[in-house]
Antibody
Framework: EVQLVESGGGLVQPGGSLRLSCAAS????????MSWVRQAPGKGLEWVAN????????YYVDSVKGRFTISRDNAKNSLYLQMNSLRAEDTAVYYC????????????WGQGTLVTVSS | SYELTQPPSVSVSPGQTARITCSGD??????AYWYQQKPGQAPVLVIY???ERPSGIPERFSGSSSGTTVTLTISGVQAEDEADYYC????????????FGGGTKLTVL
């Protein structure tokens, strides 16, 4: 059974940093693109970043470029999102998602972790 | 930036057919995908590559594509289908590999 479990969310002040983790199990982690998708309270889904199987390609939504970094450790079956210079508008539930072989769509999602940026 | 446009809401009675549209200039060249999200839950993929249905998704869910519009059709709507539905595709210019529509709230009357 595919399982994705996010952790690392919480309350952080504007300008602060946070690192999200996603523990994957039930599939060969190194064979799939992986993504982070967020959802602000009461709003729609917004793709944040994704990363290729070997980490050689990474893509970001414009609003987080230069502030967020996606990474993965295939030996630990783990996905990460380092978030720096956080802003109030980054407040959201962050989902970890497994993508298909080409990074086109997400076929499995975690339950999400809430990040709140507030003073 | 590239946008996918969905109606904010659709309402149908139980047993009727619901159609949710998604429009985008790149849709003739890029596949579309559909997700269902119920309150407090993570999204679930219900349609991929315009019209393919993942295993475990009921046959009443189907997808189609015509020009710059893709459509999610739910035949014989049930109360449990009440949810938010999001389309997703890619920006063919390559600047954004994943783009979501704004979402459509399906209400079962």
């Amino acid at each position: 059974e595919v399982q994705l479990v996010e952790s690392g969310g919480g309350l952080v002040q504007p300008g602060g940093s946070l690192r999200l983790s996603c523990a994957a199990s039930g599939f060969t982690f190194s064979s799939y693109w992986m993504s982070w998708v967020r959802q602000a309270p009461g709003k729609g889904l917004e793709w944040v970043a994704n990363i290729k199987q070997d980490g050689s390609e990474k893509y970001y939504v414009d609003s987080v470029k230069g502030r967020f970094t996606i990474s993965r450790d295939n030996a630990k079956n783990s996905l990460y999102l380092q978030m720096n210079s956080l802003r109030a508008e980054d407040t959201a539930v962050y989902y970890c998602a497994r993508q298909d072989d080409y990074g086109d769509y997400a076929d499995y999602w975690g339950q999400g972790t809430l990040v709140t940026v507030s003073s | 930036s590239y946008e996918l446009t969905q109606p904010p809401s659709v309402s149908v009675s139980p047993g009727q057919t619901a159609r949710i549209t998604c429009s985008g200039d790149a849709l003739p060249k890029q596949y579309a995908y559909w997700y269902q999200q119920k309150p407090g839950q993570a999204p679930v993929l219900v349609i991929y590559k315009d019209s393919e249905r993942p295993s475990g998704i009921p046959e009443r869910f189907s997808g189609s594509s015509s020009g710059t519009t893709v459509t999610l059709t739910i035949s014989g709507v049930q109360a449990e289908d009440e949810a938010d539905y999001y389309c997703q595709s890619a920006d063919s210019s390559g600047t954004s590999p994943v783009v979501f529509g704004g979402g459509t709230k399906l209400t079962v009357l």
